[in-house]
């Protein structure tokens, strides 16, 4: 009589099954029980592939994460085009900390995929790892603080720090997150500068914890500059004015190296002109800098991202909600944009919501991992990472450039 073996609940009824096919419903999680009736069978089989799997599967999930690797690794060397083996040892990679392993194991995936959802969530894992390489080289850069600050900055380069917010509306207060995203987004249009990018920035400011302070001080930004070898960084405010409906922006540039304020700019006005008061405050940062722009770098900043602040302050709460590891947040936040209706509510500008307002930021998650029940993607979308976006003018959504966009909302 044989011993009817654990299934991993990740892969139930899915059609990534593959060599795991077989079984009726599965337990919740792996007993030693478990383990040891799958760890018996490889015995008696040592060369099958889809029992290596499951039982590769079951250490990741049993949190055994090096035998893990070291099973799904047998199991491909008896068949590469094993999909569910190929994705967990890119996540027990991931655990290890072997990111250049795990990304190398997640690309193979992406040419094992059969159907738009697997490759959705593996792009999308691809870009998870990126944010938490991001996270690792802000804490390597703390770590390494002294000899990053003898370094010579990046020529050019330009760090925007997450504005802060000094107002007192809660519903208003993500739109500095919005803001931050449109100064990097219009900053990146001027040839003369080398952006870095928000999540690498908001990473550093998270390790050091500076949500809490004064980050509008010009030694903190210079200090967090030459620890991402940015040559100057940008710093800045907003909120309401004090008796008025108006918003009053603020903006300065730091210089890294010598900790002096080298350009200034403010502006104040209604919230109904909060693209203006942006473009306003960019404008005077860049003149002050003696930086002449081209006409078609001014016509691009002068390009405003939307007509609906509604759908802006949609996506400044999905950045929010991204930023503090709400991903399904950020999901909900982000979707709305492209498919408001006409009737829903403006957002203090006195004029009715255009239906479809022009999305000039990449979309929040193309296909969120996990989507859908009993597949691969739920244990994708609960290993603990962040998503990546980069600025539009630079059309890519994962490290160093590597992953072009697809997405597949429209534009």
Known sequence: MSQRLWYPAALAGAVFLGACAGG???????????LTALEAAQARQPGDAGVMTRLGIAYYDAKRFDRARDVLQSALAVNRANYPATVYLGLAREELGEMDSARVAYQAAQKLARND???AEIDNRLVLLARREIRVAAQQAIAQEAQLSRQAPTPNSIAVFPFRYTGTNPEVEPLSRGLTHLMITDLAKVSQFTLLERERVQALVDELRLAEANRVDAATGARSGRMLRAAR?????VGEQPGTTNLRLDAAIVDATSASVVATGSANDQ???LFALQKSVLFRLVDQLGITLTPAERRAISERPTADLQAFLSFSKGLEAEDRGDYQAAAAAMA????AT???APLATGRPRSPAPRRPWPSAHRSWPGSGAGAIGSTLARCPAAA????????????ACS?????SAPR
Do not use: K
């Open 388 to 399: 990546v976006r980069r600025p539009p003018a630079r059309r890519c959504c994962a490290w």
């Open 403 to 407: 992953t072009p966009c697809r997405a």
């Open 342 to 344: 006409p009737t829903s």
């Open 336 to 339: 709305p944009p492209w498919r």
């Open 117 to 119: 959802r697997q490759r």
């Open 271 to 273: 919230l109904a002109q």
């Open 24 to 34: 009726s419903a599965p337990a919740p999680a792996p007993t030693p029980e478990n």
């Open 233 to 237: 960084v940008v710093q800045g405010s």
